[in-house]
Antibody, heavy 124, light 107 residues
Framework: QVQLKESGPGLMQPSETLSLTCTVSGFSLTSNGVGWVRQPLGKGLVWMGT???????NYNSAVQSRLSISRDTSKSQVFLKMNSLQPEDTGTYYC??????????????????WGQGVMVTVSS | DIQMTQSPTSLAASVGESVTITCLASEDIYGSLVWYQQKPGKSPQLLIY???ILEDGIPSRFSGSGSDTQYSLKINSLQPEDFASYYC?????????FGGGTKLELK
């Protein structure tokens, strides 16, 4: 079955670079996209970026200058790297499979499977 | 960017009641609306995509409707496990924006 699991450090210092790994199973990274979504504690969901099946990426402009998403298809892993961390980057980071629905006229991109999330705290 | 505005932000209801949550997009998203449910301490779960299409395994008491800029999620005959937060998402174009969420609480 489809599974995603995030891993990475839980505590970071301001100005450091965050590195997270999303290990997937049950599907191929060359067939589906994987996105990263952040959720500050007690707040809503914010899409950060996506790496698509073909390897191209899209980023949220709010973090684009600091964010990089890459992958290793042989290991079924997707990586998030974000530099210049600030306390406001604190939150739970989820990776999720992103798929496209298309009925021949309209389409919708959505996240159908999510990882359990990893909590990242940025504090000195 | 397409802004997604959910209302209400919180809602109290009883088991067995029906509730409706609305989501307003800042521009026409042509039915590309997605709904998620999130329980405390858990990751979001896909409920509905394409505004009306129920994800496999989701109970039929959940339904979605709407078009253009206005969308709704209706939950009939609330069950104890339905008390959670709900989010809508713009599925039309990047950035994939989410509504602020609606917290459904037990009255």
């Amino acid at each position: 079955q489809v599974q995603l699991k995030e891993s990475g450090p839980g505590l970071m210092q301001p100005s450091e670079t965050l590195s997270l790994t999303c290990t997937v199973s049950g599907f191929s990274l060359t067939s589906n996209g994987v996105g990263w979504v952040r959720q500050p504690l007690g707040k809503g969901l914010v899409w950060m970026g996506t790496i698509w099946a073909g390897g191209s990426t899209n980023y949220n402009s709010a973090v684009q200058s600091r964010l990089s998403i890459s992958r290793d298809t042989s290991k079924s892993q997707v990586f998030l790297k974000m530099n210049s961390l600030q306390p406001e980057d604190t939150g739970t980071y989820y990776c999720a499979r992103q798929v496209r629905y298309y009925d021949g006229y309209y389409h919708a991109y959505y996240f159908d499977y999510w990882g359990q999330g990893v909590m990242v705290t940025v504090s000195s | 960017d397409i802004q997604m505005t959910q209302s209400p932000t919180s809602l109290a209801a009883s088991v067995g009641e029906s509730v409706t949550i609305t989501c307003l997009a800042s521009e026409d998203i042509y039915g590309s609306l997605v709904w998620y449910q999130q329980k405390p301490g858990k990751s979001p779960q896909l409920l509905i995509y394409g505004a009306t299409i129920l994800e496999d395994g989701i109970p039929s008491r959940f339904s979605g409707s709407g078009s253009d800029t206005q969308y709704s999620l209706k939950i009939n005959s609330l069950q104890p496990e339905d008390f959670a937060s709900y989010y809508c998402q713009n599925g039309l174009s990047t950035p994939w924006t989410f509504g602020g969420g609606t917290k459904l609480e037990l009255k």
